[in-house]
């Protein structure tokens, strides 16, 4: 016996059941497997994006914080008293002043070259012997930044603080050297681990639009070190690959899959690298709960679009049971568009003209649905287009708050590492050179701590006037943090350069503050070189010129000797 007779009835249903699953079906298969892929790119792109950001941000941590001891290191105090009894005292006293400017130093000092401690804030570990520390031996070397470890001399010293597992440090140290060059000693701080969670902090309008995701800092052995407490734990080999490929990854002794990111925390010490990286995962159920969702949509229309109908079908093919011809022929007219003029089917059966009421009563209510589906179509596309250009404009918005200092109103750092990378580029491909000037406001502390922030804010945006009054069309000024600024020159020779600089300098000294009065600039000056491997070179360079310049007394230019190509 056959499962479906030979009856018009059986048939009918079997060809819509056929047609709804040909429609249906493909549709389905596309969310289960092409959208769901494009989803996973997405959100793998997304937080590639927000390891990139957040290595960025803890690179620029650390590179502020080396740089603070390095201009600790040439303070002028070394020149002029030496390691005597009142030079320490005033070393002491600036100690003090920089570890109250940073809550998160724990301890700023300075050891001569046998290692013993000669100053130190708050007199911790003054006179003890710091020879076998490792920031001792390698800050007699040169720069250094020390990996993450537990207090060894410290922690019995410091104020009891409630944490979270051990005190931890991250050591920041550089060479002293004497007016005539000597190795007087090493200055080194320790920073608490706790500034990790500050730094992170900063991404927080980033990780808002990227739920449930979680921010690891990885040492050089791919150990977790922020946040403390449990965190889940992955292969090494099988993340370093999964990462680069931007796959799921299943944690260690756990079922749970997450999707991950892993990216690199730029070196600030080339020939000393940290070896930092930031891994970034969310769970995969997140990922995947908008395509269950558009997938449970889709079966529900889907099941309920073939049950109505199959119930149509059912109930319409019951009525043909006689003359179909005439009906055809009816049928025939409404395909044609006929459907206002209908004619009487005279002579027939109640179920003949039952059936011709149903199709004319069919025909009418498929021709209000598509206009009413035309009229929701031009609605949804009109609301797609709205949606679409809001978009685009909170996307500027959001592209120019990221590139723009709030203060001042002009560029900011991450602007100007992307500027220096383009124009780094251009300078590869047609060897037209460029000049980087890096300026710092010269005892700008004292204005703050004198006139107020306030007052500072005021001139620092007095200064940035006056430095955009005398920079060309071309040219590019970007606030790097605090009172630096950077100002890129294309298609500038250090010579040209040399009198850019100067003209920025003599405008802002020969306009002084209403409150504050006179204000000067230190100016490092730097052309990008053949050898430079990357933009950062030049930068560096001018970054020494500054450093230079506050040596030789401020309101001064100063350009660098070249350096290695390894320095």
Not at 132 to 146: D, N, V, Y
Request: glycine share 6%.
């Amino acid at each position: 016996m056959s499962l479906f007779p030979g009856s018009f009835r059986n048939r009918l249903m079997l060809l819509f059941v056929s047609l709804s699953l040909t429609v249906w079906l493909p549709l389905y298969l596309y969310v289960e497997h092409v959208y769901t892929k494009q989803v996973m790119d997405a959100r793998s792109k997304a937080l590639n994006a927000l390891a990139a950001a957040a290595a960025t941000v803890v690179a620029e941590n650390l590179r502020e914080r080396q740089r603070e001891i390095e201009l600790l290191a040439k303070n002028p105090i070394y020149y002029q008293e030496g390691i005597t009894e009142q030079g320490m005292v005033q070393l002491t006293n600036t100690l003090n002043r920089l570890k109250d400017s940073y809550a998160y130093y724990s301890w700023i000092g300075f050891a001569d070259v046998r290692g013993i401690v000669q100053a130190a804030s708050g007199g911790l570990l003054l006179g003890q012997n710091v020879s076998q520390r490792p920031w001792f031996q390698q800050g007699l070397q040169g720069r250094f930044i020390g990996d993450l470890h537990e207090a060894v001399l410290l922690s019995k010293l410091l104020p009891v603080v409630p944490r979270q597992g051990p005190v931890r440090f991250i050591d920041f140290a550089a060479p002293v050297f004497g007016a005539n060059q000597e190795l007087l000693g090493v200055v080194a701080s320790h920073a608490h681990w706790d500034w990790s969670e500050a730094v992170i902090n900063a991404l927080a309008s980033i990780r808002r639009s990227q739920p449930q995701v979680e921010i690891h800092i990885l040492n050089s052995q791919q150990q977790v070190i922020y946040p403390a407490g449990d965190t889940p734990v992955f292969e090494h080999r099988a993340l370093q690959q999964s990462a680069k490929q931007g796959r799921v990854i299943q944690a260690l002794g756990s079922d749970a899959e997450y999707l991950v990111a892993l990216h690199s925390v730029p070196n600030i010490i080339m020939d000393k690298p940290l070896n930092w990286s930031i891994l970034i995962h969310q769970p995969l159920a997140l990922v995947y709960q908008e395509v269950d969702h558009l997938r449970r949509i889709l079966l529900f229309l889907g099941l309920v679009a073939t049950l109505s109908l199959l119930i149509l079908i059912w109930w319409s093919a019951s009525l043909i049971c006689r003359p179909l011809e005439r009906v055809a022929h009816l049928a025939k007219r409404i395909e044609q568009g006929d459907e206002q003029n209908i004619p009487d089917i005279q002579n027939s059966t109640v179920e003949i003209r039952l059936l011709k009421d149903a199709i004319t009563g069919m025909a009418r209510t498929l021709i209000a649905r598509r206009l009413k589906l035309l009229r929701a179509n031009v609605s949804l596309e009109e609301k797609v287009a709205l949606r679409t250009r809001e978009l685009a404009e909170a996307n500027g918005r959001l592209e120019k708050l990221a590139k723009q200092d709030a203060l001042t109103g002009v560029f900011n750092r991450l602007a100007a590492q992307e500027q220096l990378n383009q124009q780094f580029a251009h300078f590869q491909q047609t060897q037209s050179a460029y000049s980087v000037l890096i300026l710092d406001i010269d005892y700008f502390k004292r204005i703050n701590d004198t006139y107020g922030h306030a007052i500072g804010d005021q001139a620092l945006k007095r200064v940035t006037n006056s430095i955009k009054g005398r920079l060309r069309h071309s040219d590019s000024l970007f606030r790097m943090g605090g009172e630096e600024f950077m100002v890129l020159l294309p298609e500038t020779s250090l010579q040209m350069a040399l009198q850019v600089a100067e003209h920025i300098r003599v405008a802002v000294e020969s306009q002084p503050d209403p409150v504050a009065g006179q204000i000067t600039l230190s100016i490092g000056i730097a052309e990008v070189l053949p050898e430079d491997i990357d933009s950062e070179r030049a930068v560096h360079r001018a970054d020494e010129g500054l450093y230079a310049a506050k040596a030789a007394g401020r309101n001064c230019l100063m350009v660098c000797p070249t350096l290695p190509v390894n320095a």
